[in-house]
């Protein structure tokens, strides 16, 4: 049960670590979406063509441009 226990809060740190690099790319890719629209006049759609990003990352990008 020990070992069990050091596995579980092995796994969260995992988690979190995970999760919180998720999010830094997540920015990432906003912030380059968004000089690519202030620079070249682009809608949040047009940006995120330009770049390439694919339908998963417009999903967690997109709302973010459009707020």
């Known amino acids: 049960e020990k070992r069990f226990?050091?596995?579980e809060k092995?796994?969260?740190?995992?988690?979190n670590a995970l999760e919180t690099?998720?999010?830094?790319?997540?920015?990432?890719?906003v912030i380059i979406a968004q000089k690519l629209m202030l620079n070249h006049g682009l809608s949040?759609?047009?940006?995120?063509?330009?770049l390439?990003?694919?339908?998963n990352?417009?999903?967690?990008v997109l709302p973010f441009l459009m707020s």
């Open 5 to 7: 226990k050091q596995k």
């Open 10 to 15: 092995q796994w969260y740190k995992e988690k």
């Open 21 to 29: 690099e998720n999010g830094e790319m997540i920015s990432t890719f």
């Open 57 to 60: 990352i417009r999903k967690k």
């Open 52 to 55: 390439g990003y694919s339908a």
């Open 44 to 50: 949040a759609r047009q940006a995120c063509d330009q």
